[in-house]
């Protein structure tokens, strides 16, 4: 009887071993008010992918962004920078955008900062974790592309919570802005400040100075990058 008992219960231990089992995901409540999530930034910028003037210094700034309602943006295509989005996308500084992102707080907009490290020149992916709430459900971040005049990638509102419950994993591919604040033609080009700013628009160059058309490289469509949200909490 011991026998049977012991092989069934090792029957039983591998048919849910085959099936799957029950996944870490599967134990978090998908309805929560508030939850966990990792943002994994994994970066394609190499000098196979878009070789023309390619620097040797490349390098991404560190993340910065928030989570937040419906009521603001971070950037959009078409509008023009803040000056924090401008500070980051020229310098890779977040101070400005961080006391932007402190006002839209106290507006009652934003629920938390997301700051993290960046890719430096030897790496290829940078993850930073940040909470979210049902009250906030967007996320937006942006780096700066280094060396570069003015040109930086990220995501705007990206909905975490949808359909009533929250997204085990989401993943979006990355394009490449102009901040529309200098008239620099490529990674290295002295400054030529632009005032006013003129309005975001996805990256496009001639072709003898970078690989990019609307955002993306020109002949393959390669992406820069992506960003990874997965729930872990």
Same mark, same amino acid.
């Given at each position: 009887?011991?026998?049977?008992?012991?092989? #069934?219960?090792?029957?039983?231990?591998?048919? /849910?071993?085959g099936c799957g089992g029950s996944s870490d995901n599967d134990s978090k409540d998908? =309805?929560?008010?508030?939850? @966990?999530? =990792?943002? !994994?930034?994994?970066?394609? $910028?190499d000098a196979a992918?878009?070789?023309?003037?390619?620097?040797?210094? @490349?390098?991404?700034?560190g993340l910065i962004g928030l989570t937040h309602n419906a009521q603001v943006k971070l950037f959009e295509v078409g509008q023009t920078a803040s000056a924090g989005v401008i500070s980051v996308a020229e310098t890779g500084s977040k101070s400005t955008l961080e006391s932007e992102i402190g006002i839209i707080q106290n507006n009652g907009n934003s629920g938390h900062t997301i700051s993290g490290n960046g890719i430096p020149a030897t790496g290829d992916d940078v993850e930073v974790q940040f !909470? /979210?709430?049902?009250?906030?459900?967007?996320v937006s971040v942006i780096t700066m592309l280094a060396p570069s005049p003015d040109w %930086?990638?990220? +995501?705007?509102?990206? &909905? #975490?919570?949808?359909?009533?419950? $929250?997204?085990?994993? &989401?993943?979006?591919?990355? $394009? +490449?802005?102009?901040?529309?604040?200098?008239?620099?033609?490529?990674?290295?080009?002295? *400054? %030529?400040?632009?005032?006013?700013?003129?309005?975001?628009? #996805?990256?496009?160059?001639? @072709? +003898?100075?970078?690989?990019?058309?609307?955002?993306?490289?020109?002949?393959?469509?390669?992406?820069?990058?992506?960003?990874?949200?997965? @729930?872990? *909490?």
């Open positions: 009887m011991k026998l049977f008992l012991f092989i #069934l219960s090792a029957v039983t231990a591998l048919f /849910i071993q998908p =309805t929560s008010q508030t939850a @966990r999530y =990792t943002l !994994d930034f994994d970066s394609d $910028w992918n878009f070789p023309t003037n390619y620097p040797t210094n @490349r390098h991404f700034s !909470d /979210i709430s049902q009250d906030y459900p967007l %930086f990638t990220g +995501v705007d509102s990206v &909905v #975490l919570f949808k359909d009533g419950k $929250w997204q085990n994993e &989401v993943e979006v591919q990355l $394009w +490449v802005y102009d901040a529309g604040s200098d008239s620099g033609i490529d990674f290295t080009a002295p *400054d %030529f400040p632009i005032s006013p700013p003129n309005p975001i628009y #996805l990256l496009t160059t001639l @072709r +003898v100075d970078t690989d990019f058309q609307d955002g993306v490289q020109y002949q393959t469509k390669q992406h820069i990058g992506t960003f990874k949200f997965e @729930r872990v *909490d």
